[in-house]
Nanobody
């Protein structure tokens, strides 16, 4: 069974920094794109940043220049370095990964989600 486990959320003052981590575990054949999404109270879940298996990145306009996504393929882990945080960055942050598992001679691609980690930016 595949799991994504996030860590690194918390309370930070405006202008501060946080680093989120998300580790995938289980019987994994390969991982394609990985990414971070967030959902603020009363709002829909939105894309924050994605990264392909070869390191190509994509960011929401609202976080460009402030957030950096990276991954360690050997550890099946994706990171989100967040800097210059603003109160409007407050949300639950979710990790997502397109993971392929291999079982009984077949390949099963599926988008997995983590449980979410709370990020609160407040003075």
């Amino acid at each position: 069974q595949v799991q994504l486990v996030e860590s690194g959320g918390g309370l930070v003052q405006p202008g501060g920094s946080l680093r989120l981590s998300c580790a995938a575990s289980g019987i994994i054949f390969s991982i394609n794109a990985m990414g971070w999404y967030r959902q603020a109270p009363g709002k829909e879940r939105e894309l924050v940043a994605t990264i392909t298996a070869v390191g190509s990145t994509n960011y929401a306009d609202s976080v460009k220049g402030r957030f950096t996504i990276s991954r360690d393929n050997a550890k099946n882990t994706v990171y989100l370095q967040m800097s210059s945080l603003k109160p409007e960055d407050t949300a639950v942050y979710y990790c997502n990964a397109d993971i392929i598992t291999h079982y009984s001679g077949k390949y099963y691609p599926y988008p997995y989600w983590g449980q979410g980690t709370q990020v609160t930016v407040s003075s």
